[in-house]
């Protein structure tokens, strides 16, 4: 069958009933197509011959208890998102009268200046509803955190990658269960391009041509290499001699996406050879490095 949304039910029925699934990606069946008249009798009978041919383009499909965990990271990574607006509201609020406090508003003492701005019936109305979501979003947020963070502790690959500095135990965990065996990744360009870290490139006749990054794959593991990539330029000597490198002759946005992409390819390389920080520091530009389970 081909990739598509919501259908893990059929998946888990289909494996509970001792048959083997094989998933593919939609767009490479699409492109191996070339008649416009779409039908789902057409679409059966160019998987099954593409099946018979041998040119299927299977993917890798995670186990239940995966995709489980994996609700843990998205939904709170759901709630962090609402929280994140609740707080620009307020910060808002505190700008239309002149008050600017930027992340010490969320100080005791900012807290206080918030509450004791004087607001119209219905700004404060506003204010008060929106504090009293944000206290609401703390105490969802605080216990999957404590969830997300023990799941980590119990991963060793998640461990493993908690050694690179700016990595925490949920980024650390996000990577684990979003790429899944990383030896389906012969070098770390693939792993790049997986996460949509690469750019868009329209090349012809010997002219190179590059946009924006392709932003395919998981949005939720590109942000949060993102912000651990930030992380790793204060605490990395090598990331931030790169960073502030590329700042020089790039803008500060490009300079960010390379290194999220940079601690992406490490992060791999991490799990290739099992080799923890700062160790893989020193092998994961080699050739010639010796891979875990490599024949």
């Not at 219905?122 to 105490?139: C, H, N, T, V």
């Amino acid at each position: 069958m081909e990739a598509t949304g919501n259908c893990h039910w059929l998946v888990d029925l289909l494996s509970e009933l001792g048959h083997e699934l094989w998933v593919g990606d939609a767009a490479q069946i699409r492109a191996s197509y070339v008649r416009q008249q779409k039908t789902d009798k057409r679409d059966a009978a160019h998987i099954l011959k593409l099946l018979v041919e041998g040119r299927f383009p299977r993917i890798w499909m995670p186990s239940s208890e995966v995709r489980d965990l994996r609700q843990l990271l998205l939904h709170r990574h759901k709630l962090v998102i609402i929280r994140a607006r609740v707080k620009n509201e307020l910060q808002h609020l505190c700008l239309n009268q002149g008050v600017q406090r930027k992340h010490k508003l969320w100080s005791r003492a900012g807290q206080q200046v918030l509450r004791e701005l004087p607001l119209k019936p219905w700004a404060a109305r506003r204010r008060e509803d929106l504090l009293r979501l944000m206290a609401m979003l703390d105490q969802q947020i605080e216990p999957l955190d404590q969830a997300v963070k023990a799941e980590a502790q119990r991963d060793k690959m998640a461990l493993l990658l908690q050694t690179q500095p700016g990595v925490g135990p949920i980024t650390a965990l996000a990577y684990v269960l979003t790429m899944g065996d990383v030896s389906r990744f012969p070098r770390g360009k693939q792993v790049a391009s997986y996460l949509g870290l690469i750019p868009r490139e329209h090349s012809s006749g010997g002219r190179q041509k590059l946009g924006a990054i392709t932003k395919q794959g998981n949005r939720m593991m590109r942000m949060l290499l993102v912000e651990a990539a930030q992380s790793a330029v204060r605490l990395d000597p090598q990331f931030r001699k790169k960073y502030l490198h590329r700042c020089h002759a790039k803008p500060k946005a490009v300079a960010k996406v390379a290194a999220a992409r940079k601690l992406a390819i490490r992060l791999y390389w991490m799990l290739r050879t099992q080799k923890p920080y700062p160790a893989v520091v020193r092998i994961e530009s080699s050739p010639r490095v010796p891979l875990v389970g490599a024949s």
